[in-house]
Antibody
Framework: EVQVEQSGAELKKPGATVKISCKLS????????IHWVQQAPGGGLEYMGL????????KYAVKFQGRVTITADTSTDTVSMQLNSLTSADTALYFC????????????WGQGTLVIVSS | EILLTQSPATLSVSPGERATLSCRAS??????LAWYQQKPGQAPRLLIY???TRATGIPARFSGRGSETEFTLTISSLQSEDSAIYFC??????????FGPGTKVEIK
């Protein structure tokens, strides 16, 4: 069974950096892209970017380009997402998700990680 | 960026009735559209991909159709557990994926 387990909630000050991890299990880690999605409180879903764990290739949405870094560790089957220069607008739930066979929809989602940015 | 608009914003339907949700793309996404269901406090759940293919374990009352810029998700006989927000997502353009703003389905 595919499992996607995210790290716990974070409280950060404005200007800080947050790094969230996403532990994958139940399949071959390098076979599928991992996506990241932001959801502001009471808001919609905002696509952030993806990584190919096989070779570490990343693609980022324009909105987050320059501020987000997604990495993969094949020794621990873990993907991490780092977001820099946090502001209150980054207060949100962050989801990682495993792509599907043959396509870039998100087959299996993590439970989400709440990041609160507050002074 | 491809913009997705969803309508209506809120849909109130009686149990057993049909619910029809719309998702419109600002330009063609071919058939590269997925639907997700999200309940309060939960992660989204994949319902439909490739515009019309149900994901594993999704009840047959959920169906999707459409292509290019016009898509619909239909819940043929609404159940109480279908109360949720439904998002569409296009994945036509490599890593320029976008989501619609969502339709909230309420049980009347």
């Amino acid at each position: 069974e595919v499992q996607v387990e995210q790290s716990g909630a974070e409280l950060k000050k404005p200007g800080a950096t947050v790094k969230i991890s996403c532990k994958l299990s139940g399949y071959t880690f390098t076979d599928f892209y991992i996506h990241w999605v932001q959801q502001a409180p009471g808001g919609g879903l905002e696509y952030m970017g993806l990584i190919d764990p096989k070779d570490g290739e990343t693609k980022y949405a324009v909105k987050f380009q320059g501020r987000v870094t997604i990495t993969a560790d094949t020794s621990t089957d873990t993907v991490s997402m780092q977001l820099n220069s946090l502001t209150s607008a980054d207060t949100a739930l962050y989801f990682c998700g495993k792509a599907a066979v043959g396509g870039n929809w998100i087959q299996t989602w993590g439970q989400g990680t709440l990041v609160i940015v507050s002074s | 960026e491809i913009l997705l608009t969803q309508s209506p914003a809120t849909l109130s339907v009686s149990p057993g009735e049909r619910a029809t949700l719309s998702c419109r793309a600002s330009q063609s996404v071919s058939g590269n559209l997925a639907w997700y269901q999200q309940k309060p406090g939960q992660a989204p759940r994949l319902l439909i991909y490739g515009s019309s293919t149900r994901a594993t374990g999704i009840p047959a009352r959920f169906s999707g159709r459409g292509s290019e810029t016009e898509f619909t998700l239909t819940i043929s006989s609404l159940q109480s557990e279908d109360s949720a927000i439904y998002f569409c997502q296009q994945y036509e353009y490599w890593a320029r994926f976008t989501f619609g703003p969502g339709t909230k389905v309420e049980i009347k």
